[in-house]
């Protein structure tokens, strides 16, 4: 049998609440995280500040290996710093979004990022949330979740944490971006966003936070904490 850490798996669309879940999940477990999402926005975010246009694949691989990641804890957030630049605010624009979403479909990025992911795989044990990590990422994961919830709910999240920022931004926008998204990510042909097969399907629509986390606790055995 295998002697790596356990990793729980967290995949699922753009605002289908894994962030929130899976960072809850993680400190109640006591197990490292990984938002693999902002790895791909911080990539994004890096090429955006150096001009390098989306197309150019080969610059982008470099870009990928080149820029530095941090996640750093600052009481209930984290904050997460590119090349030593705290980028928290620009990662979660749907804009910065959409970037991500367009290079993440670049197959050479995702080798690049690939073995990047796994070294997050650490005792006690992971929890991964993003949107291939049950289905490439970390296939042999004894516990894999795919949430979901429909398109206006996730894009109503969207806008209220926005507008909670600051960040004016009209909701039929928004609504198009992430259907727009959804679909990218769906039909592309590297890694395309799926559950695994292996995964427990949880539609967060119209469900609280608290309950969602404790289905996903209820799938890890209390001796696996």
Not at 23 to 40: E, F, P, T
Not at 58 to 77: I, M, N
Not at 96 to 120: D, H, N, P, Y
């Amino acid at each position: 049998m295998s002697q790596l850490p356990p990793v729980l798996t967290i995949d699922g669309p753009s605002g289908a609440g894994k962030g929130t879940v899976s960072r809850i999940v993680a400190r109640h477990l006591g197990w490292h995280y990984l938002d693999s999402g902002a790895l791909y926005r911080a990539v994004g975010v890096a090429a955006s500040w150096a001009d390098i246009d989306t197309s150019d694949a080969s610059a982008l691989v470099r870009c990928t290996f080149d820029t530095k990641v941090q996640f750093v804890e600052q009481g209930e957030s984290l904050r997460v710093l590119v090349n030593g630049t705290d980028a928290t605010d620009e990662l979660r624009l749907e804009t910065t979004g959409a970037l991500a979403s367009a290079i993440a479909a670049i197959s050479e990025v995702r080798a690049a990022l690939k073995e990047r992911q796994r070294a997050f795989r650490l005792a006690p044990g992971l929890v991964a949330d993003g949107r291939d990590m049950g289905t490439v990422i970390f296939p042999d994961a004894p516990f894999k979740v795919f949430l979901t919830a429909s398109a206006e709910e996730r894009a109503l999240r969207r806008h209220k944490q926005l507008k909670e920022k600051g960040v004016s931004v009209n909701f039929e926008d928004l609504l198009r971006e992430i259907m727009a998204r959804d679909a990218r990510d769906a039909q592309r042909a590297v890694a395309p966003l799926r559950p695994a097969d292996d995964a427990v399907l949880i539609d967060t629509s119209g469900i609280g936070i608290d309950d969602v986390v404790a289905r996903v606790l209820g799938l890890v055995p209390t001796q696996g904490a």
